[in-house]
């Protein structure tokens, strides 16, 4: 595979020095290949990751300059031939590895872990400050309310994965959504630019320093709910620490009943994707708590 993507990107970039390379086995959506140890290259996996990677470079040109944490910026790109292993984009590596929760368990120092909560609190702070009226003008972005896209997704979970299901885990799905949906949680929520895939394997930090480094991956970026990125953060890292970035977020106890309600749908959301890209290890891994 690696040799394939090499390829692709060698046609277009002939005058690109290759002296090493090898691939991230992390990305479930896209092929990803470490070039020369300082280049990231991004290659979807599926037909509709084409799209997808064609808004995240839209989207991390448009907030380069909004937000202070590091972001790939996008400096080589390939869109002519609209084909899984010939579309890419490729940015310079940024420094850090995942924070993963054993590694902020690992943090004892409270005021260390407060830090960190305070960085990923004002990331998200820069980033939500795009409004739903200028991400729809400035990056030509479709917008839908959460609730219809809820309801969408309760459909499909209905259609799709219900046949997969025992029946009181069926009951039990089609009682959240029903009452999350016809609550009043969603009634009164303001659209913003959202990172949509905010979780550890996303979120880079330096161990020396105790210092957040970047956030990459925005395939999932667009408007929506800012609830939904701080779902990323409660089902990485727990109570406590969702906790602490609420206390820091502007009316963060408004917005926790959707963040649970979001977090709560996660499992069934790495089914669906199983099931719509024939991946088999995701469909297994989001629907084993359901059978």
Known sequence: MKNSLLKSIQLVYSDLPIEDYYVNEIG????????????????????????????????LNYIKDTVSTPVPIPIYQSFADLEP???????????????????????????????????????????????EDKAS??????????????????????????PYIRKSAQ?????????????KAFSNLDNTLIHGDFGAANILWNPET???????????????DPAYDFAGILSSYGEDFFNMCMNLYPNGE?????????KSTFALQEALHGVEND?????ENGIKNYR
Do not use: C
Not at 138 to 144: E, F, T
Not at 171 to 183: D, K, Q, R, V
Not at 279 to 283: G, L
């Open 28 to 59: 479930q959506n896209n092929d990803v290949l470490i070039v020369n140890n300082s280049l990231v290259f991004r290659f979807p996996k599926y037909k509709n990751g084409i799209t997808q990677l064609k808004r995240e470079t839209r989207i």
């Open 85 to 131: 292993g010939k579309v890419f984009t490729g940015y310079h590596l940024i420094d850090g590895v995942p924070l993963w929760r054993e590694s902020l368990d690992g943090i004892k120092s409270v005021e260390l872990v407060s830090v960190i909560a305070a960085q990923l609190v004002s990331f998200l702070k820069e980033l939500h400050s795009i409004t």
């Open 137 to 162: 003008k400035g990056l030509n972005l479709k917008a839908r309310h959460p609730r219809e896209q809820m309801h969408s997704l309760h459909n499909k979970i209905q259609s799709k994965l219900f």
């Open 171 to 183: 009951e039990e799905i089609s009682h959240s959504f029903e009452t999350a949906l016809n609550g």
């Open 210 to 224: 105790n210092r957040i480094s970047g956030v990459i991956d925005f395939g999932g970026s667009g408007i929506g």
């Open 254 to 262: 408004e917005i926790s009943e959707r963040v649970r309600f979001y």
């Open 279 to 283: 991946d088999k290890q995701a469909f």
